[in-house]
């Protein structure tokens, strides 16, 4: 299992929208949990996606937990701005 974490100024609905079309467009899971606009969980027949958006003053921190996908959950992070 590996957790990763970024800072961004974007709002936590554009995370989460991005999070979503990332992983159930791009890569087939399906979301089994979700609260608002803070966490989802994405799970697939390999492995397991957690997002969590938490606000830090001005900016958001989103931190990623998974099994199998860490080369997949960096990437995402990459992209964020």
């Given at each position: ?7 961004t ?32 969980a ?7 996606v957690?997002?969590?958006?938490l ?17 997949q ?5 990459g992209?964020?701005?």
């Open positions: 299992m590996k957790t990763m974490s970024k800072q100024k974007l709002t936590s609905e554009k995370i989460m929208e991005k999070a979503k079309e990332y992983f159930v467009g791009r890569f087939g899971f399906r979301i089994v949990e979700e609260t608002a606009n803070c966490c989802v994405f799970e697939n027949n390999l492995g397991f957690n997002v969590q958006v606000n830090k003053g001005d900016c958001r921190e989103i931190t990623l937990t998974t099994r199998e996908w860490e080369y959950i960096g990437e995402f992070l992209k964020l701005k």
